[in-house]
């Protein structure tokens, strides 16, 4: 297994690249399925675990595939099976997106219920509450979703969500854009990744009005073809970044960006006493001399993401007063806390609600933790606290972060890179 050791209390500077969408690539590479004719060609494709789970995925179905350069080639007119298996499912829960785009295209599909997450109940009742009201009939049976389609495709529908979620938006367009006939999601997703999903489909010859509002109207296609097509930045990475350089005391920028997609992570870092100063295309962060307390509250877009709660409850610990930090999408991802505490933070957790006090100075020790931005959280700690942190685990960081230590590495960080085996 391979561990991050940070030698910490290095200062940051210069500037760094936002890489691909994480949470974008994987819907865009599952919209692949739909298409009948011709090789899709994503660029700015994270060389991340997850694609590569995904691109497993897609291959064991039957697709051909080719990565390089961020760039991913996929055809999929030689799909021979429906079924995902339980294997490569229960490595990425977003493999799920297959099921709307399998269903749609071949009238069926198997798809392994992703079994537990690391950070509490992560259910899936919303995405075939979407398949059911488009004309599939769904059941679990031996630990598999069997969706079928009643008649001969889906029919388009009125899909109401009663809680917003990005990935049962996800796959009820990507269900959609085939079905017979209008359907209408309301209460959608809407993130930049959804509305990034949208306009894919579009580009594949579907028919979707209101990209980025909370009613999708979508009239379902015939067919679908290849389109050539550019992902977006991956703003929790960008936002992940921008911590790394508020938590050094440091004055970094990050290039490649959108930043009318960070509102309220740059208005809570200015809340925190630092400078964004945002360009076309790029954002600069300056720390002040003291970091001040910033409460948060993780809920959909274009509110502050769930995704990043992680990180600022690490860059609260170096703020001066008692931070309030609420997760209201996830009640139960807070795993983080516990190795923040070993590193000498001063966190108190409650239901959903963390109390960070603040300023603390960090020791370094060997951490680790069971999930993606929990695991981040602990890198950002380490940059700061004295002596060497070793991240254990960061397998679950290379599912999400692409060369992260070496882009932090080129802002003057000291990390390296090492292999382990660990006691069991
Ligand atoms: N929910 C349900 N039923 C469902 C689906 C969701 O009750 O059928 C609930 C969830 O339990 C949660 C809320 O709805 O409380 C929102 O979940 P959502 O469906 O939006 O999450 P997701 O699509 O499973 C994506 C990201 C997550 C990110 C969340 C929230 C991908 C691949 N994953 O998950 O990203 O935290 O949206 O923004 O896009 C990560 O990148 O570290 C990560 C976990």
Redesign the pocket.
């Known amino acids: 297994m391979d561990k991050l050791v940070i030698q910490g209390r290095h200062r940051l500077s210069g500037t760094v690249k936002a890489s691909g969408s ?3 690539a ?2 865009l590479m599952a919209a692949a399925l739909l298409c009948s004719t011709g090789e899709i060609k994503l660029s700015r494709i994270p060389d991340l675990k ?1 694609v590569r789970t995904l691109s497993k995925l897609l291959g064991y179905l039957g697709a051909e595939t080719s990565y390089r350069e961020n760039t991913l080639n996929i055809s999929t007119s030689n799909i021979r099976c429906a079924q995902a298996p339980y294997e490569l499912v229960k490595q ?3 493999s ?2 297959v099921l709307g785009p399998l269903l749609a295209k071949f009238g069926r599909a198997s798809v392994s219920l992703p079994g537990g997450c690391a ?11 979407a398949m059911e009201k488009l004309g599939a009939s769904v059941s679990i049976e031996k630990g598999f979703i069997e969706a079928r389609t009643k008649g001969t495709c889906l029919k388009g529908a009125a899909i109401d969500f009663p ?8 796959n009820a367009l990507m269900a959609a854009v085939l079905a017979k006939g209008r359907t209408i999601i309301r209460n959608a ?1 809407v ?1 930049p ?1 959804i509305a990034t999903l949208c306009r894919f489909l579009n580009a594949m010859g579907a028919d979707i009005r209101g990209i980025g509002t909370e009613s999708l109207e979508i009239e379902g296609v015939e067919t679908l073809n290849a389109a050539e097509f550019t992902n977006i930045f991956d703003r ?1 990475e960008a936002a992940t970044l921008l911590t790394a350089g508020a938590i050094t005391g440091s004055a970094i920028t990050v290039t490649d960006v959108d930043p009318s997609q960070l509102i309220t992570v740059l208005g809570k870092f200015e809340e925190a006493g630092c400078k964004i100063v945002t360009d076309t295309g790029s954002i600069t962060l300056q720390s002040p001399d003291a970091l001040v307390r910033s409460d948060v509250i993780a809920n ?2 274009p509110l502050f ?3 990043m709660q992680a990180q600022w409850i690490a860059l609260m610990t170096q703020a001066e007063g008692a931070s309030h930090v609420i997760d ?4 139960e ?1 807070f795993n983080h806390i516990p190795e923040l505490n070993r590193l000498g933070a001063h966190i108190e957790i409650r239901d959903n609600e963390a109390t960070v006090h603040g300023p603390r100075k960090l020791t370094g020790t060997k951490v680790m933790s069971t ?3 929990a695991s981040a959280s602990l890198v950002l700690a380490g940059l700061v606290a004295e002596g060497v942190t070793e991240v254990l685990r960061i397998y679950h960081l290379d ?2 972060y692409e060369c992260i230590e070496q882009k932090l590495n080129d802002l003057g960080a000291a990390i390296t890179r090492e292999s382990y085996q660990e006691f069991l």
């Open positions: 994480k949470n974008s994987l819907p997850d990425m829960r977003a799920i997106y950070f509490g109940p992560r259910p899936i009742d919303l995405h075939l509450m809680i917003t979620s990005v990935g049962a938006t996800g997703a993130e990744e929790i959909p877009y993401p769930t995704d209201k999408i996830y009640h991802r999930d993606l931005r599912r999400g």
